[in-house]
Protein backbone atom coordinates (compact mmCIF):
# COMPACT_ATOMS: atom_id res chain seq x y z
CA UNK A 1 0.00 0.00 0.00
CA UNK A 2 1.23 3.80 -0.68
CA UNK A 3 1.47 4.92 2.45
CA UNK A 4 1.68 8.53 1.82
CA UNK A 5 -1.82 8.51 0.12
CA UNK A 6 -3.11 6.70 3.27
CA UNK A 7 -2.10 9.56 5.13
CA UNK A 8 -3.18 11.94 2.85
CA UNK A 9 -6.02 10.65 2.65
CA UNK A 10 -6.14 9.63 -0.68
CA UNK A 11 -6.10 5.73 -0.20
CA UNK A 12 -9.23 3.25 -1.22
CA UNK A 13 -7.22 0.06 -0.51
CA UNK A 14 -6.58 0.38 3.29
CA UNK A 15 -8.29 -2.89 3.60
CA UNK A 16 -5.53 -4.56 1.96
CA UNK A 17 -2.90 -3.65 4.29
CA UNK A 18 -4.66 -3.09 7.77
CA UNK A 19 -6.56 -5.75 9.44
CA UNK A 20 -5.66 -9.21 9.91
CA UNK A 21 -4.23 -10.55 6.52
CA UNK A 22 -2.51 -14.46 5.79
CA UNK A 23 0.67 -14.23 5.05
CA UNK A 24 4.11 -16.51 5.25
CA UNK A 25 7.02 -15.20 7.33
CA UNK A 26 10.30 -16.95 7.09
CA UNK A 27 8.66 -19.70 5.88
CA UNK A 28 5.77 -19.80 8.30
CA UNK A 29 1.83 -19.89 7.92
CA UNK A 30 0.05 -17.86 9.58
CA UNK A 31 -1.85 -14.04 10.37
CA UNK A 32 -0.44 -10.66 9.57
CA UNK A 33 -2.12 -7.98 12.27
CA UNK A 34 -1.64 -4.20 11.42
CA UNK A 35 -3.28 -0.81 13.05
CA UNK A 36 -3.20 2.76 13.09
CA UNK A 37 -2.80 4.33 16.46
CA UNK A 38 -0.43 6.92 16.54
CA UNK A 39 -0.57 7.96 19.66
CA UNK A 40 -0.63 4.43 21.38
CA UNK A 41 2.43 4.17 24.18
CA UNK A 42 1.83 0.03 23.85
CA UNK A 43 -0.19 -2.51 22.18
CA UNK A 44 -0.71 -5.90 22.20
CA UNK A 45 -2.44 -8.47 20.41
CA UNK A 46 -4.86 -10.13 22.50
CA UNK A 47 -5.48 -13.40 21.15
CA UNK A 48 -8.64 -14.35 23.49
CA UNK A 49 -9.24 -17.69 22.66
CA UNK A 50 -5.86 -18.71 23.79
CA UNK A 51 -5.82 -16.09 26.79
CA UNK A 52 -2.82 -15.29 24.67
CA UNK A 53 -1.19 -11.40 24.21
CA UNK A 54 1.51 -10.78 21.59
CA UNK A 55 3.58 -7.55 21.66
CA UNK A 56 2.86 -5.49 18.51
CA UNK A 57 5.82 -3.18 17.14
CA UNK A 58 5.49 0.07 15.71
CA UNK A 59 7.05 0.84 12.43
CA UNK A 60 10.10 3.35 12.82
CA UNK A 61 7.23 6.21 14.42
CA UNK A 62 4.79 5.55 11.42
CA UNK A 63 2.02 5.01 14.04
CA UNK A 64 1.49 1.92 11.79
CA UNK A 65 2.00 -1.16 14.64
CA UNK A 66 2.36 -4.90 13.58
CA UNK A 67 2.70 -8.33 14.49
CA UNK A 68 3.14 -11.69 12.91
CA UNK A 69 1.73 -14.58 14.38
CA UNK A 70 2.22 -18.05 12.69
CA UNK A 71 0.36 -21.68 13.01
CA UNK A 72 -2.91 -18.97 13.80
CA UNK A 73 -6.11 -20.45 12.48
CA UNK A 74 -8.76 -19.03 10.62
CA UNK A 75 -11.69 -18.57 13.13
CA UNK A 76 -9.49 -16.99 15.88
CA UNK A 77 -10.80 -14.09 17.85
CA UNK A 78 -9.18 -11.32 18.86
CA UNK A 79 -8.57 -7.53 20.19
CA UNK A 80 -5.96 -5.31 20.54
CA UNK A 81 -5.26 -4.07 23.77
CA UNK A 82 -4.40 -0.76 23.40
CA UNK A 83 -2.65 1.82 26.33
CA UNK A 84 -2.78 5.70 25.33
CA UNK A 85 -0.77 8.84 26.32
CA UNK A 86 -2.52 9.28 29.82
CA UNK A 87 -1.68 5.17 30.61
CA UNK A 88 -5.25 4.23 30.73
CA UNK A 89 -5.49 0.68 28.98
CA UNK A 90 -8.21 -0.37 26.68
CA UNK A 91 -9.37 -3.04 24.67
CA UNK A 92 -10.60 -2.84 20.99
CA UNK A 93 -11.80 -4.41 18.05
CA UNK A 94 -9.78 -4.18 14.50
CA UNK A 95 -10.72 -0.81 12.72
CA UNK A 96 -9.88 -3.06 9.92
CA UNK A 97 -11.80 -6.72 10.99
CA UNK A 98 -13.42 -8.62 8.14
CA UNK A 99 -15.60 -10.37 10.76
CA UNK A 100 -16.71 -10.36 14.60
CA UNK A 101 -18.59 -12.40 17.23
CA UNK A 102 -22.04 -12.35 17.66
CA UNK A 103 -23.65 -9.85 19.83
CA UNK A 104 -23.30 -9.06 22.99
CA UNK A 105 -19.64 -10.36 22.53
CA UNK A 106 -17.44 -8.08 20.16
CA UNK A 107 -13.99 -9.56 19.33
CA UNK A 108 -13.18 -9.44 16.09
CA UNK A 109 -12.25 -13.21 13.95
CA UNK A 110 -9.88 -13.60 11.90
CA UNK A 111 -11.81 -14.38 8.28
CA UNK A 112 -10.65 -14.92 4.78
CA UNK A 113 -13.72 -13.78 2.18
CA UNK A 114 -13.05 -16.12 -0.59
CA UNK A 115 -16.43 -17.15 -1.93
CA UNK A 116 -16.18 -17.60 -5.52
CA UNK A 117 -18.72 -15.29 -7.59
CA UNK A 118 -20.58 -16.24 -10.48
CA UNK A 119 -21.83 -13.22 -11.36
CA UNK A 120 -19.26 -11.99 -14.35
CA UNK A 121 -22.13 -10.99 -16.69
CA UNK A 122 -24.02 -9.12 -14.40
CA UNK A 123 -21.30 -7.17 -13.70
CA UNK A 124 -20.63 -6.08 -17.22
CA UNK A 125 -24.02 -4.96 -17.91
CA UNK A 126 -25.05 -3.19 -14.50
CA UNK A 127 -25.85 0.52 -15.23
CA UNK A 128 -26.39 3.79 -12.97
CA UNK A 129 -29.99 3.26 -14.96
CA UNK A 130 -30.86 6.85 -15.98
CA UNK A 131 -32.77 5.82 -18.74
CA UNK A 132 -33.97 2.38 -17.17
CA UNK A 133 -36.42 1.49 -14.48
CA UNK A 134 -35.22 1.17 -11.30
CA UNK A 135 -37.84 0.17 -8.52
CA UNK A 136 -36.10 -0.66 -4.94
CA UNK A 137 -37.18 -2.35 -1.83
CA UNK A 138 -35.83 -1.35 0.92
CA UNK A 139 -35.73 -3.71 3.84
CA UNK A 140 -34.18 -4.36 7.31
CA UNK A 141 -33.32 -7.81 7.26
CA UNK A 142 -33.56 -9.05 10.20
CA UNK A 143 -36.88 -8.26 11.16
CA UNK A 144 -38.17 -9.31 6.97
CA UNK A 145 -38.95 -12.94 8.35
CA UNK A 146 -38.14 -14.75 11.03
CA UNK A 147 -38.18 -18.56 12.48
CA UNK A 148 -40.73 -19.44 14.87
CA UNK A 149 -38.80 -18.84 17.88
CA UNK A 150 -37.92 -14.83 16.46
CA UNK A 151 -34.23 -15.57 15.86
CA UNK A 152 -32.92 -14.58 12.54
CA UNK A 153 -32.76 -16.13 9.19
CA UNK A 154 -28.63 -16.51 7.69
CA UNK A 155 -28.18 -14.87 4.83
CA UNK A 156 -27.69 -18.24 3.12
CA UNK A 157 -31.16 -19.53 4.89
CA UNK A 158 -33.24 -16.21 3.28
CA UNK A 159 -31.99 -16.32 -0.01
CA UNK A 160 -34.47 -18.58 -1.96
CA UNK A 161 -37.57 -16.73 -0.14
CA UNK A 162 -36.32 -13.46 -0.58
CA UNK A 163 -35.16 -13.86 -4.22
CA UNK A 164 -38.15 -15.69 -5.13
CA UNK A 165 -40.13 -12.83 -3.37
CA UNK A 166 -38.72 -9.77 -5.40
CA UNK A 167 -38.36 -11.62 -8.41
CA UNK A 168 -42.22 -11.90 -7.84
CA UNK A 169 -42.91 -8.86 -7.02
CA UNK A 170 -41.01 -6.95 -10.04
CA UNK A 171 -38.06 -5.17 -8.60
CA UNK A 172 -34.83 -4.44 -9.85
CA UNK A 173 -32.72 -4.02 -6.93
CA UNK A 174 -33.15 -4.53 -3.29
CA UNK A 175 -31.77 -2.26 0.02
CA UNK A 176 -30.33 -3.41 2.56
CA UNK A 177 -29.86 -1.38 6.15
CA UNK A 178 -26.83 -1.32 6.96
CA UNK A 179 -24.96 -4.90 7.29
CA UNK A 180 -21.95 -3.88 8.56
CA UNK A 181 -21.36 -4.97 12.58
CA UNK A 182 -23.13 -3.09 15.34
CA UNK A 183 -23.66 -3.91 18.77
CA UNK A 184 -27.33 -2.37 19.37
CA UNK A 185 -30.48 -4.17 17.78
CA UNK A 186 -32.17 -0.91 18.20
CA UNK A 187 -30.05 1.06 15.64
CA UNK A 188 -30.91 -0.75 12.92
CA UNK A 189 -27.16 -0.94 11.97
CA UNK A 190 -26.89 3.02 12.00
CA UNK A 191 -24.53 2.81 14.73
CA UNK A 192 -21.40 0.73 13.34
CA UNK A 193 -18.97 -0.42 15.03
CA UNK A 194 -17.20 -2.53 12.22
CA UNK A 195 -17.18 -0.95 9.41
CA UNK A 196 -15.14 -3.87 7.40
CA UNK A 197 -17.17 -6.47 9.52
CA UNK A 198 -20.51 -7.91 7.64
CA UNK A 199 -22.46 -8.30 10.43
CA UNK A 200 -22.42 -11.81 12.39
CA UNK A 201 -26.23 -11.40 13.15
CA UNK A 202 -26.97 -12.95 9.78
CA UNK A 203 -23.94 -15.40 9.39
CA UNK A 204 -21.14 -15.32 7.52
CA UNK A 205 -19.29 -13.27 5.62
CA UNK A 206 -18.94 -16.23 2.49
CA UNK A 207 -22.93 -16.35 3.36
CA UNK A 208 -23.70 -12.90 2.72
CA UNK A 209 -21.45 -13.31 -0.23
CA UNK A 210 -23.09 -16.31 -1.33
CA UNK A 211 -26.51 -14.28 -0.84
CA UNK A 212 -25.21 -11.54 -3.06
CA UNK A 213 -24.10 -13.80 -5.94
CA UNK A 214 -27.58 -15.43 -5.85
CA UNK A 215 -29.56 -11.91 -6.42
CA UNK A 216 -27.55 -10.90 -9.21
CA UNK A 217 -27.79 -14.22 -10.48
CA UNK A 218 -31.66 -13.38 -10.86
CA UNK A 219 -31.07 -10.13 -11.98
CA UNK A 220 -31.58 -8.33 -9.13
CA UNK A 221 -29.15 -5.37 -7.63
CA UNK A 222 -27.78 -4.92 -4.65
CA UNK A 223 -27.57 -1.48 -2.84
CA UNK A 224 -26.17 -1.32 0.96
CA UNK A 225 -26.86 1.67 3.17
CA UNK A 226 -23.37 2.58 3.81
CA UNK A 227 -22.43 5.36 7.22
CA UNK A 228 -19.87 7.40 6.60
CA UNK A 229 -21.18 10.36 8.99
CA UNK A 230 -21.24 8.70 12.73
CA UNK A 231 -20.17 5.70 14.48
CA UNK A 232 -21.01 3.78 17.53
CA UNK A 233 -19.17 5.30 20.57
CA UNK A 234 -18.53 1.75 22.55
CA UNK A 235 -15.45 1.87 23.91
CA UNK A 236 -14.61 -0.91 21.97
CA UNK A 237 -15.09 -0.04 18.69
CA UNK A 238 -13.11 3.28 17.65
CA UNK A 239 -13.90 5.88 20.21
CA UNK A 240 -10.66 6.99 21.05
CA UNK A 241 -9.00 4.40 19.69
CA UNK A 242 -5.42 5.22 20.62
CA UNK A 243 -6.03 6.96 23.82
CA UNK A 244 -6.96 9.81 21.58
CA UNK A 245 -9.67 11.74 19.36
CA UNK A 246 -8.17 9.49 16.15
CA UNK A 247 -11.40 9.36 14.75
CA UNK A 248 -13.77 11.39 15.87
CA UNK A 249 -13.42 15.69 16.52
CA UNK A 250 -11.83 16.35 19.98
CA UNK A 251 -14.42 18.47 20.82
CA UNK A 252 -17.60 17.46 22.37
CA UNK A 253 -19.46 20.27 20.06
CA UNK A 254 -18.72 18.76 16.94
CA UNK A 255 -17.38 15.26 17.70
CA UNK A 256 -20.76 14.53 19.35
CA UNK A 257 -23.70 13.49 17.28
CA UNK A 258 -27.67 14.25 17.70
CA UNK A 259 -28.39 10.12 18.05
CA UNK A 260 -25.47 9.86 21.00
CA UNK A 261 -23.00 8.69 18.22
CA UNK A 262 -19.28 10.15 17.17
CA UNK A 263 -18.77 12.35 14.11
CA UNK A 264 -15.62 11.66 12.21
CA UNK A 265 -13.05 13.60 11.84
CA UNK A 266 -12.68 14.57 7.96
CA UNK A 267 -9.83 16.39 8.11
CA UNK A 268 -7.61 13.71 8.97
CA UNK A 269 -6.68 12.01 5.81
CA UNK A 270 -6.12 8.70 7.97
CA UNK A 271 -9.98 9.14 8.49
CA UNK A 272 -10.28 10.03 4.70
CA UNK A 273 -8.62 7.06 3.79
CA UNK A 274 -10.36 4.78 6.39
CA UNK A 275 -13.62 5.53 4.63
CA UNK A 276 -12.97 5.23 1.32
CA UNK A 277 -11.58 2.12 1.59
CA UNK A 278 -14.88 1.01 3.75
CA UNK A 279 -16.99 2.29 1.02
CA UNK A 280 -14.70 0.18 -1.49
CA UNK A 281 -14.51 -2.87 0.50
CA UNK A 282 -18.12 -3.18 -0.08
CA UNK A 283 -18.07 -3.15 -3.65
CA UNK A 284 -14.70 -5.00 -4.64
CA UNK A 285 -15.38 -8.06 -1.79
CA UNK A 286 -18.84 -8.19 -1.79
CA UNK A 287 -19.76 -7.31 -5.55
CA UNK A 288 -22.49 -4.25 -4.03
CA UNK A 289 -24.11 -2.16 -7.01
CA UNK A 290 -24.66 0.86 -5.12
CA UNK A 291 -24.25 2.73 -1.64
CA UNK A 292 -27.23 4.54 -0.30
CA UNK A 293 -25.07 6.98 1.63
CA UNK A 294 -26.58 7.58 5.16
CA UNK A 295 -27.02 11.46 6.96
CA UNK A 296 -25.59 13.48 4.40
CA UNK A 297 -26.87 16.80 5.29
CA UNK A 298 -25.05 15.86 8.74
CA UNK A 299 -21.69 16.30 6.83
CA UNK A 300 -22.28 19.21 4.26
CA UNK A 301 -23.45 20.95 7.68
CA UNK A 302 -21.89 20.79 10.96
CA UNK A 303 -24.27 18.88 13.04
CA UNK A 304 -26.81 18.87 10.25
CA UNK A 305 -27.35 22.36 11.01
CA UNK A 306 -27.28 25.11 8.44
CA UNK A 307 -26.90 27.76 10.74
CA UNK A 308 -24.23 26.61 11.87
CA UNK A 309 -22.47 26.78 8.11
CA UNK A 310 -20.94 24.23 5.10
CA UNK A 311 -18.35 21.87 7.10
CA UNK A 312 -16.29 22.52 4.01
CA UNK A 313 -13.92 19.43 5.00
CA UNK A 314 -16.52 17.20 4.55
CA UNK A 315 -17.41 18.60 1.29
CA UNK A 316 -14.27 18.12 0.09
CA UNK A 317 -13.91 14.63 1.26
CA UNK A 318 -17.43 13.39 0.18
CA UNK A 319 -16.53 14.88 -3.12
CA UNK A 320 -13.31 13.11 -3.38
CA UNK A 321 -14.21 9.85 -2.01
CA UNK A 322 -17.37 10.03 -4.88
CA UNK A 323 -14.95 10.66 -7.37
CA UNK A 324 -12.69 8.35 -6.82
CA UNK A 325 -15.64 5.62 -6.70
CA UNK A 326 -16.81 6.68 -9.72
CA UNK A 327 -13.09 6.27 -11.42
CA UNK A 328 -12.65 2.45 -9.85
CA UNK A 329 -16.74 1.59 -10.95
CA UNK A 330 -18.14 3.74 -13.46
CA UNK A 331 -21.74 1.82 -13.20
CA UNK A 332 -21.88 1.47 -9.49
CA UNK A 333 -24.79 3.59 -7.82
CA UNK A 334 -23.99 6.59 -5.26
CA UNK A 335 -27.11 7.12 -3.45
CA UNK A 336 -27.12 10.54 -1.24
CA UNK A 337 -29.73 10.49 1.61
CA UNK A 338 -29.76 14.20 1.88
CA UNK A 339 -32.85 16.49 3.33
CA UNK A 340 -31.17 19.86 2.80
CA UNK A 341 -31.10 21.86 -0.28
CA UNK A 342 -27.45 22.17 -0.76
CA UNK A 343 -27.44 22.48 -4.61
CA UNK A 344 -25.16 20.30 -7.19
CA UNK A 345 -25.79 16.93 -4.94
CA UNK A 346 -25.68 14.76 -8.30
CA UNK A 347 -23.65 16.98 -10.10
CA UNK A 348 -20.31 15.63 -11.56
CA UNK A 349 -17.16 16.43 -9.14
CA UNK A 350 -15.44 18.43 -12.12
CA UNK A 351 -18.75 20.96 -12.38
CA UNK A 352 -18.64 21.73 -8.86
CA UNK A 353 -20.76 19.15 -7.93
CA UNK A 354 -21.10 16.33 -5.00
CA UNK A 355 -21.05 13.46 -7.77
CA UNK A 356 -23.88 11.46 -6.58
CA UNK A 357 -25.74 9.69 -8.84
CA UNK A 358 -28.48 10.05 -7.29
CA UNK A 359 -30.76 12.12 -4.42
CA UNK A 360 -33.47 10.63 -2.31
CA UNK A 361 -36.12 13.61 -2.28
CA UNK A 362 -37.41 14.24 0.88
CA UNK A 363 -39.23 17.00 -0.29
CA UNK A 364 -41.70 15.11 -2.55
CA UNK A 365 -41.62 12.32 0.72
CA UNK A 366 -42.66 15.21 3.02
CA UNK A 367 -45.09 17.00 0.59
CA UNK A 368 -47.12 13.97 -0.50
CA UNK A 369 -47.61 12.55 2.79
CA UNK A 370 -48.86 15.56 4.43
CA UNK A 371 -50.62 15.97 1.29
CA UNK A 372 -52.39 12.22 1.57
CA UNK A 373 -53.10 12.72 5.20
CA UNK A 374 -55.43 15.89 4.55
CA UNK A 375 -58.90 15.20 4.34
CA UNK A 376 -59.69 14.86 0.57
CA UNK A 377 -62.68 17.10 1.27
CA UNK A 378 -60.13 19.96 1.53
CA UNK A 379 -57.50 18.42 -0.87
CA UNK A 380 -58.87 21.09 -3.73
CA UNK A 381 -56.25 23.57 -1.55
CA UNK A 382 -53.60 21.83 -1.33
CA UNK A 383 -53.09 20.10 -4.34
CA UNK A 384 -50.00 22.41 -4.86
CA UNK A 385 -48.50 20.22 -2.53
CA UNK A 386 -48.00 17.80 -5.44
CA UNK A 387 -47.40 19.97 -7.89
CA UNK A 388 -44.41 21.80 -6.31
CA UNK A 389 -42.37 18.94 -6.53
CA UNK A 390 -42.11 19.76 -10.40
CA UNK A 391 -41.00 22.88 -9.82
CA UNK A 392 -37.36 21.82 -8.70
CA UNK A 393 -37.57 18.18 -9.77
CA UNK A 394 -35.09 19.20 -12.83
CA UNK A 395 -32.43 20.59 -10.22
CA UNK A 396 -30.99 17.17 -8.93
CA UNK A 397 -31.35 13.67 -10.30
CA UNK A 398 -34.40 12.52 -7.45
CA UNK A 399 -35.09 9.26 -6.95
CA UNK A 400 -38.15 8.86 -4.75
CA UNK A 401 -38.24 7.36 -1.42
CA UNK A 402 -41.24 6.11 0.68
CA UNK A 403 -38.63 4.77 3.27
CA UNK A 404 -38.46 3.31 7.13
CA UNK A 405 -38.12 6.37 8.56
CA UNK A 406 -41.79 7.38 7.86
CA UNK A 407 -43.15 4.16 9.71
CA UNK A 408 -41.52 4.08 12.79
CA UNK A 409 -41.64 6.76 15.90
CA UNK A 410 -45.16 7.77 15.41
CA UNK A 411 -45.67 8.60 12.46
CA UNK A 412 -47.77 5.64 11.30
CA UNK A 413 -47.75 2.94 8.83
CA UNK A 414 -48.33 4.11 4.92
CA UNK A 415 -51.82 2.46 5.08
CA UNK A 416 -53.07 4.00 8.34
CA UNK A 417 -51.65 7.71 7.52
CA UNK A 418 -54.73 7.84 5.39
CA UNK A 419 -57.72 9.45 6.41
CA UNK A 420 -61.30 7.94 6.52
CA UNK A 421 -62.70 4.72 6.71
CA UNK A 422 -61.48 1.17 6.43
CA UNK A 423 -62.07 1.06 2.89
CA UNK A 424 -61.12 4.54 1.79
CA UNK A 425 -57.67 3.86 3.24
CA UNK A 426 -57.00 1.09 0.99
CA UNK A 427 -58.28 3.38 -1.99
CA UNK A 428 -56.08 5.99 -1.37
CA UNK A 429 -52.86 3.94 -1.07
CA UNK A 430 -53.68 2.09 -4.01
CA UNK A 431 -54.11 6.13 -5.26
CA UNK A 432 -50.89 7.32 -3.55
CA UNK A 433 -48.76 4.69 -5.49
CA UNK A 434 -50.03 4.64 -8.60
CA UNK A 435 -49.11 8.25 -8.30
CA UNK A 436 -46.01 7.87 -7.23
CA UNK A 437 -45.21 5.43 -9.98
CA UNK A 438 -46.25 7.79 -12.67
CA UNK A 439 -44.38 10.85 -10.98
CA UNK A 440 -40.37 11.09 -12.66
CA UNK A 441 -37.87 10.03 -10.91
CA UNK A 442 -36.90 6.32 -9.30
CA UNK A 443 -38.43 4.06 -6.91
CA UNK A 444 -37.85 3.10 -3.75
CA UNK A 445 -40.45 1.39 -1.21
CA UNK A 446 -39.68 0.13 2.81
CA UNK A 447 -40.74 -3.52 2.81
CA UNK A 448 -44.17 -4.30 4.49
CA UNK A 449 -45.77 -1.47 2.10
CA UNK A 450 -47.79 -4.16 -0.08
CA UNK A 451 -49.25 -5.86 2.72
CA UNK A 452 -51.00 -2.66 3.99
CA UNK A 453 -49.69 -2.63 7.65
CA UNK A 454 -51.55 -1.19 10.18
CA UNK A 455 -48.63 -0.82 12.79
CA UNK A 456 -45.41 0.79 12.45
CA UNK A 457 -42.58 -1.22 11.51
CA UNK A 458 -40.23 -2.60 14.65
CA UNK A 459 -37.41 -4.33 14.25
CA UNK A 460 -38.21 -6.84 17.19
CA UNK A 461 -40.38 -8.79 15.38
CA UNK A 462 -41.09 -9.97 11.56
CA UNK A 463 -43.57 -8.36 9.12
CA UNK A 464 -46.92 -9.12 9.29
CA UNK A 465 -47.41 -11.67 6.96
CA UNK A 466 -50.64 -13.26 8.44
CA UNK A 467 -52.52 -10.34 6.60
CA UNK A 468 -52.54 -11.54 3.69
CA UNK A 469 -54.81 -14.11 5.00
CA UNK A 470 -57.58 -10.83 4.62
CA UNK A 471 -59.11 -10.05 1.21
CA UNK A 472 -58.28 -6.00 1.25
CA UNK A 473 -54.50 -7.04 1.99
CA UNK A 474 -53.91 -9.90 -0.34
CA UNK A 475 -55.83 -7.59 -3.17
CA UNK A 476 -53.26 -4.16 -2.26
CA UNK A 477 -50.50 -7.11 -2.64
CA UNK A 478 -51.43 -8.70 -5.97
CA UNK A 479 -52.27 -4.71 -7.13
CA UNK A 480 -48.73 -3.50 -5.79
CA UNK A 481 -47.17 -6.22 -7.47
CA UNK A 482 -49.13 -5.70 -10.90
CA UNK A 483 -48.33 -2.06 -10.38
CA UNK A 484 -44.61 -2.28 -10.51
CA UNK A 485 -44.57 -4.46 -13.77
CA UNK A 486 -46.55 -2.08 -15.52
CA UNK A 487 -43.63 0.42 -14.32
CA UNK A 488 -41.44 -2.11 -16.12
CA UNK A 489 -43.16 -2.69 -19.30
CA UNK A 490 -44.02 0.95 -19.78
CA UNK A 491 -41.29 3.25 -21.30
CA UNK A 492 -42.48 6.11 -20.79
CA UNK A 493 -42.63 6.20 -17.08
CA UNK A 494 -38.60 5.97 -16.72
CA UNK A 495 -36.78 6.25 -19.61
CA UNK A 496 -36.67 9.94 -19.82
CA UNK A 497 -37.20 10.54 -15.84
CA UNK A 498 -34.60 13.84 -16.33
CA UNK A 499 -35.77 15.45 -19.37
CA UNK A 500 -38.12 18.37 -18.87
CA UNK A 501 -39.40 18.26 -22.30
CA UNK A 502 -40.52 14.31 -21.67
CA UNK A 503 -43.18 16.04 -18.90
CA UNK A 504 -46.14 18.72 -18.95
CA UNK A 505 -49.40 18.48 -16.83
CA UNK A 506 -52.61 18.82 -18.45
CA UNK A 507 -55.33 21.77 -17.53
CA UNK A 508 -58.12 19.77 -15.56
CA UNK A 509 -61.63 21.81 -14.47
CA UNK A 510 -61.13 20.19 -11.11
CA UNK A 511 -59.16 20.86 -8.16
CA UNK A 512 -58.73 17.75 -6.50
CA UNK A 513 -57.75 16.31 -10.06
CA UNK A 514 -54.70 16.31 -11.09
CA UNK A 515 -53.31 15.28 -14.88
CA UNK A 516 -49.77 14.77 -16.37
CA UNK A 517 -48.18 13.86 -19.62
CA UNK A 518 -44.70 11.89 -19.37
CA UNK A 519 -43.17 10.94 -23.01
CA UNK A 520 -40.41 8.24 -22.91
CA UNK A 521 -38.97 6.74 -26.32
CA UNK A 522 -41.78 6.67 -28.74
CA UNK A 523 -44.46 6.31 -26.05
CA UNK A 524 -46.63 8.47 -24.37
CA UNK A 525 -49.14 8.04 -21.08
CA UNK A 526 -51.47 10.35 -19.38
CA UNK A 527 -52.12 9.91 -16.16
CA UNK A 528 -55.19 11.51 -14.22
CA UNK A 529 -56.07 11.56 -10.52
CA UNK A 530 -59.42 12.18 -8.35
CA UNK A 531 -57.77 13.13 -5.12
CA UNK A 532 -61.32 14.14 -3.89
CA UNK A 533 -64.28 12.33 -2.42
CA UNK A 534 -66.62 12.89 -4.72
CA UNK A 535 -67.60 10.87 -8.30
CA UNK A 536 -66.87 13.01 -11.04
CA UNK A 537 -69.33 11.57 -14.05
CA UNK A 538 -67.81 15.00 -16.62
CA UNK A 539 -64.10 15.89 -15.79
CA UNK A 540 -62.78 17.92 -18.42
CA UNK A 541 -59.06 18.00 -19.15
CA UNK A 542 -57.70 20.65 -21.92
CA UNK A 543 -55.59 18.54 -24.16
CA UNK A 544 -52.89 20.17 -26.39
CA UNK A 545 -53.56 18.22 -29.45
CA UNK A 546 -56.40 15.31 -30.38
CA UNK A 547 -55.42 11.81 -29.30
CA UNK A 548 -56.56 8.48 -28.68
CA UNK A 549 -56.21 7.12 -25.29
CA UNK A 550 -56.14 3.58 -24.09
CA UNK A 551 -56.37 2.68 -20.29
CA UNK A 552 -53.88 0.42 -19.26
CA UNK A 553 -54.23 0.52 -15.33
CA UNK A 554 -56.45 1.68 -13.07
CA UNK A 555 -56.03 2.20 -9.03
CA UNK A 556 -60.02 1.00 -9.18
CA UNK A 557 -59.62 -1.82 -11.48
CA UNK A 558 -59.90 -5.48 -10.33
CA UNK A 559 -56.46 -6.22 -9.36
CA UNK A 560 -56.17 -10.14 -10.31
CA UNK A 561 -53.37 -11.38 -11.48
CA UNK A 562 -52.61 -10.16 -15.08
CA UNK A 563 -49.17 -7.76 -14.75
CA UNK A 564 -50.32 -5.81 -17.39
CA UNK A 565 -53.85 -4.53 -17.90
CA UNK A 566 -56.26 -4.87 -14.51
CA UNK A 567 -59.15 -2.44 -16.34
CA UNK A 568 -61.33 -3.31 -19.25
CA UNK A 569 -59.36 -1.64 -22.30
CA UNK A 570 -61.25 1.57 -23.72
CA UNK A 571 -60.46 4.09 -26.32
CA UNK A 572 -61.37 7.49 -25.63
CA UNK A 573 -61.78 10.10 -28.65
CA UNK A 574 -60.60 13.72 -28.37
CA UNK A 575 -61.88 16.47 -30.53
CA UNK A 576 -62.55 20.24 -30.66
CA UNK A 577 -65.96 21.70 -30.47
CA UNK A 578 -64.78 24.94 -31.82
CA UNK A 579 -61.62 26.20 -33.95
CA UNK A 580 -59.08 28.01 -32.17
CA UNK A 581 -59.85 26.13 -29.07
CA UNK A 582 -57.95 23.97 -27.17
CA UNK A 583 -58.82 19.96 -27.74
CA UNK A 584 -61.14 18.47 -24.86
CA UNK A 585 -61.16 15.25 -23.02
CA UNK A 586 -64.36 13.94 -20.74
CA UNK A 587 -63.45 11.26 -18.39
CA UNK A 588 -65.39 9.65 -15.55
CA UNK A 589 -63.42 9.08 -12.62
CA UNK A 590 -64.99 7.62 -9.42
CA UNK A 591 -63.90 9.32 -5.95
CA UNK A 592 -60.12 8.62 -4.81
CA UNK A 593 -58.96 7.15 -8.40
CA UNK A 594 -56.59 7.29 -10.54
CA UNK A 595 -56.26 6.20 -14.09
CA UNK A 596 -53.48 5.66 -16.58
CA UNK A 597 -53.64 5.41 -20.65
CA UNK A 598 -51.55 5.53 -23.82
CA UNK A 599 -51.62 8.42 -25.51
CA UNK A 600 -52.09 8.11 -29.41
CA UNK A 601 -51.79 11.29 -31.74
CA UNK A 602 -54.64 11.67 -34.11
CA UNK A 603 -54.69 13.52 -37.19
CA UNK A 604 -55.66 17.14 -36.54
CA UNK A 605 -59.54 17.76 -38.56
CA UNK A 606 -59.74 20.81 -40.25
CA UNK A 607 -62.57 23.10 -39.82
CA UNK A 608 -64.95 23.95 -42.73
CA UNK A 609 -63.15 27.34 -43.05
CA UNK A 610 -59.37 25.85 -42.91
CA UNK A 611 -60.46 23.29 -45.65
CA UNK A 612 -61.77 26.20 -48.13
CA UNK A 613 -58.23 28.25 -47.50
CA UNK A 614 -56.45 25.00 -48.28
CA UNK A 615 -58.01 23.67 -51.60
CA UNK A 616 -57.64 27.58 -52.81
CA UNK A 617 -54.34 26.92 -51.58
CA UNK A 618 -54.13 23.78 -53.30
CA UNK A 619 -55.69 24.66 -56.92
CA UNK A 620 -53.33 27.95 -57.11
CA UNK A 621 -50.29 25.50 -56.19
CA UNK A 622 -51.55 23.44 -59.33
CA UNK A 623 -52.28 26.46 -61.53
CA UNK A 624 -48.75 28.16 -60.94
CA UNK A 625 -47.10 24.23 -61.74
CA UNK A 626 -49.39 24.18 -64.95
CA UNK A 627 -48.76 27.46 -66.31
CA UNK A 628 -44.62 26.57 -65.42
CA UNK A 629 -44.95 23.67 -67.75
CA UNK A 630 -46.41 25.34 -70.97
CA UNK A 631 -43.75 27.70 -70.56
Not at 94 to 100: E, L, N, T
Not at 102 to 118: G, K, L, N
Not at 577 to 592: D, I, S, V
Request: aromatic share 14%; glycine share 8%.
Amino acid sequence: MDLHKFYTGKSFDAWNYFGAHPAVEKGYKGWMFRTYAPSALRISLLLTEETKAEPMVQDDQSGIWSVFVPDLEEGTSYLYRITGPDGRTVDHTDPYGFSSQVRPAYDSVTATIDFEFTDSEWIKKREIGYNSPVNIYEMHLGSWRQKEDNSFYSYSEIADALIGYLVEGGYTHVEFMPLAEHPVDESWGYQVSGFFSATSRYGTPAELAELINKLHRHQIGVILDFVPVHFALDPYALAEFDGTSLYEYPSEDTGHSEWGSRNFNYYRGEVRSFLQSAADFWIDVYHVDGLRMDAISNAIYWQGNKERGINEGAVDFVREMNQGLTRRYPNVLKVAEDSTSYQKVTAPVQYDGLGFDYKWDMGWMNDTLAFFETDPLYRSKEIGKLTWSMQYFYSELYLLPLSHDEVVHGKRSILDKMPGNYEQKFMQVRLLYLYMFTHPGKKLNFMGYELGHFSEWSEQHQLDWNLLGYPAHLDLYHYLNALNKVYLKTPALYQEDYDPAAFRFIKTNKGDVLAFERRGGTQRILAVFNFGGCDYPEVVLSMPEPAELTEIFSSSGESGNDPVLLSDERAVSVRYPQPGREYRLTLNLNALSGILYTVKEMPVKETAAETVRTTAKKTAEAADIEADEEE
